[in-house]
């Protein structure tokens, strides 16, 4: 019994290998994109549909540019968060490659937060296409 239940190091590391594509992670990035496409599709044809009607009244027009600002807010939350999550599969297959210091580190992870940690330098000769995911979403 204690034989079987034992496992070496080896064992552990072969299992926690993985050089393939996530394909839970693609996947989310693919919904959140087309989703975030299909509401900007959404949001040109609500507007478009509106282009020319005469307003009924005041509180009429208040809730067209309400849900007109919910389409937009959706949007955008969309393509970020895909943006997001395509920013952190660079970074790690940025990690695996490349040796950054503890503050390149550091930075790289909070690309997508923290807009001072575009002025690290080291990024920008080791970490190029992570800069620009993670520009995108800003």
């Known amino acids: 019994n204690q034989a079987m239940s034992i496992n070496t190091a080896a064992d552990i590391n072969v299992n ?3 050089h393939g594509i996530y394909w839970e992670q693609a996947g989310y990035m693919f919904t959140l994109a087309l989703s975030g496409a299909v509401l900007a599709i959404g949001h040109h044809v609500y507007y478009s549909k509106l282009n020319g009607t005469p307003v ?3 509180g ?3 809730w067209a540019i309400r849900f007109g600002t919910a389409f937009s807010f ?3 939350s969309c393509l ?6 395509a920013c952190g599969q660079c970074v790690w297959k940025v990690l695996r490659s ?3 210091t ?3 580190i550091d ?3 909070t690309l997508t937060s923290t807009p001072f940690s575009f002025l690290q330098w080291e990024l920008y000769k080791e970490a190029r296409p992570v800069l620009l995911v993670a520009l995108l979403t800003w």
Not at 80 to 85: E, R, W
């Open 56 to 58: 009924a009244s005041a």
């Open 107 to 109: 930075n790289i992870f």
């Open 74 to 76: 959706l949007v955008k």
């Open 98 to 100: 490349k040796s950054l």
């Open 16 to 18: 926690r290998e993985h």
């Open 60 to 62: 009429h027009q208040q």
């Open 80 to 85: 970020q968060a895909s943006a997001v999550l």
């Open 102 to 104: 503890m503050g390149g």
